[in-house]
């Protein structure tokens, strides 16, 4: 019997054009801003025009010197911001600097991309981080770039010292309060008269931990207003030198081996005090009853080598809820439920050893500094999947895209027509003008938009906690104020054998303790 061999042919599948983005860096003088942009953005439109794989979806720019963290760089968070939405498959950046601070920094962004699939092409060095090979060749210019910044580090630390020891050197961030101008502190008066309220409470016999609630619940703008206040700022306004007038450098100092980090100087280095250096806002007679009433407030039950100020107001109760007090028992210092020590019967929550408190903490902190991708990285996904299906539902967002994009070809048509002398610079200039503001009041709803959804604003925390994480040291044996402080929201003990520190960003984690002092 002959067989009847028919041959189906295989669908013909639509290929999708590949979704690309380009960040830029701009010029931080706002009239060069408007050129470089559009420059930059008709160059990419052009390249990507007549493109049948690839389209052009957006253009991410920042200014180019001030935004080297990304903490600063709304327009590259932005861009992470859409890949994790799924708008983006592959970037396009001038060169390797573009993209992070460092090589390291342009890294680790890097194998992020790749665990959502995408790749990122730097047009300069003509490297695809879609090719195997791509990252070790950044790993190469990463040691050079290292030994070429640890030259560069030593030079800027001698010519720092040197003027430092002339007293004509100034910090590169003016505190709270102040202004730099001209090579000296200038004070910012709204500022200025947040530091005396400071100053006026905490004389007038309010504890930091309630001065910097009154500050968030007035919602009073730190210089970042994302910031909440925290009490390791306020006890820095209450104990700092500069607002008397004068400033004492070299408080802290750069590691000399990399990757650099700024450390405590505890003697390890001269210091430098130069009074009367800028205008004051305190007065001497103020600052020095505030350093005495700082040093009368320690709990006089606590010994010289237990004072330990900040985990007051930090403790709860986890079953009646009321703030734990510090007591010394046995000669150790331990944190006790209030309700407990005044009727043992209303609430059974026993008293902890500080020192199993500070032995907790430090081995939370450990465990998430060297698992924090299996720890943070599920939950900032599970919120970003939260998020996208909020964002695809939302006709808003996407016309307010859509806006931005019509003014970048706007961008670019303005900038071509200027290149072939069809409108004048009054013209464009007048134009730019225009589509810049236009371009300002879009973005501006856009992270309104995105700021009301309670899961932008929880991956934005989370990150935040990521970053803290980043930042800090490898690993802690003992107390780190300044981190437990940073990090930590809130602490929690109740009858069980754990303690919870609530960390920023609402993550709750758990450790053993030991009622019994080791």
């Known amino acids: 019997m002959q067989q009847n061999i028919i041959q189906i042919k295989p669908i013909e599948t639509i290929q999708n054009k590949v979704r690309v983005a380009a960040y830029v860096r701009v010029s931080t ?22 493109s049948s794989f690839e389209e052009l979806i957006d253009v991410y720019a920042d200014e180019g010197i001030s935004g080297t963290t990304t903490d600063k760089r709304n327009e590259f968070n932005r861009m992470i911001d859409d ?60 040691y050079h770039a290292q030994e070429e910044s640890i030259s560069i580090s030593k030079n800027v630390r001698i010519g720092e010292k040197y003027r430092m020891e002339r007293g004509d050197y100034i910090l590169k961030v003016a505190p709270y309060g102040y202004e730099r101008y001209e090579r000296t502190l200038v004070v ?12 006026q409470d ?91 009433l700082r040093i009368s407030r320690v709990p006089k039950c606590v010994t010289a080598e237990q ?30 439920c209030r309700t407990h020590q005044n009727d043992a019967s209303t609430c ?28 943070i990285t599920p939950i900032i996904n599970q919120l970003v999947t939260l998020k996208n299906r909020i964002s695809a539902q939302s006709l808003e967002y996407a016309e307010i895209d859509r806006q931005i994009m019509l003014i970048n070809d706007q961008f670019a048509l303005i900038a071509d027509l200027k290149q072939k002398q069809m409108i004048d610079e009054e013209t464009y200039r007048r134009k730019s003008n225009e589509l810049n503001n236009s371009m300002g009041s879009l973005r501006s709803k856009r992270r309104l938009f995105f700021n009301n959804s309670q899961a932008d604003q929880a991956i934005s925390e989370i990150k935040r906690l990521a970053s803290l994480i980043d930042k800090g040291p490898d690993k802690i044996e003992e107390l780190d104020e300044d981190l437990l402080d940073t990090l930590v929201e809130d602490i929690n003990i109740d009858t069980s054998d754990e303690i919870k520190f609530k960390l920023v960003g609402g993550l709750v984690l758990k450790e053993h303790i030991e009622r019994t002092h080791r």
């Open 29 to 50: 003088s706002k009239e060069d801003q408007l050129n470089s942009f559009a420059a930059q953005y008709l160059h990419y439109k052009k390249m990507f025009e007549d």
């Open 83 to 142: 890949c994790e939405r799924g708008r983006i498959q592959k970037i396009y950046v001038k060169s390797v600097s573009r993209f992070g601070r460092n090589t390291a920094e342009s890294l680790a962004h890097i194998r992020y991309l790749k665990t959502l699939g995408i790749s990122v092409f730097f047009e300069k060095e003509n490297l695809d981080t879609a090719i195997e090979e791509t990252e070790f060749r950044l790993t190469m210019m990463e």
């Open 188 to 199: 910012n008066e709204a500022e200025a008269e947040i530091v005396k309220r400071i100053y």
């Open 202 to 292: 905490y004389t007038s016999g309010k504890s930091i931990r309630q001065i910097v609630r009154d500050l968030n619940t007035e919602q009073i703008p730190r210089k970042d207003p994302t910031v909440p206040w925290k009490t390791a700022i306020v006890k820095y306004i209450l104990t700092n030198e500069k607002y008397i007038g004068d400033q004492m450098y070299l408080k802290r100092y750069r590691t000399e081996d990399f990757p650099f980090k700024r450390v405590r100087n505890h003697g390890e280095h001269e210091y430098y005090y130069i009074e009367e250096s800028h205008e004051p806002i305190i007065s001497r007679t103020v600052f020095e009853y505030a350093q005495k």
């Open 307 to 336: 004072k330990n100020t900040l985990l007051s107001g930090a403790i709860h109760c986890g079953v009646c809820g009321k703030i734990c007090r510090i007591v010394n028992r046995k000669d150790t210092v331990q944190w006790a």
């Open 348 to 375: 059974p929550t026993m008293p902890v050893p500080e020192s199993e408190i500070i032995r907790a903490f430090t081995n939370m902190y450990n465990k998430l500094k060297t698992n924090k991708k299996v720890i």
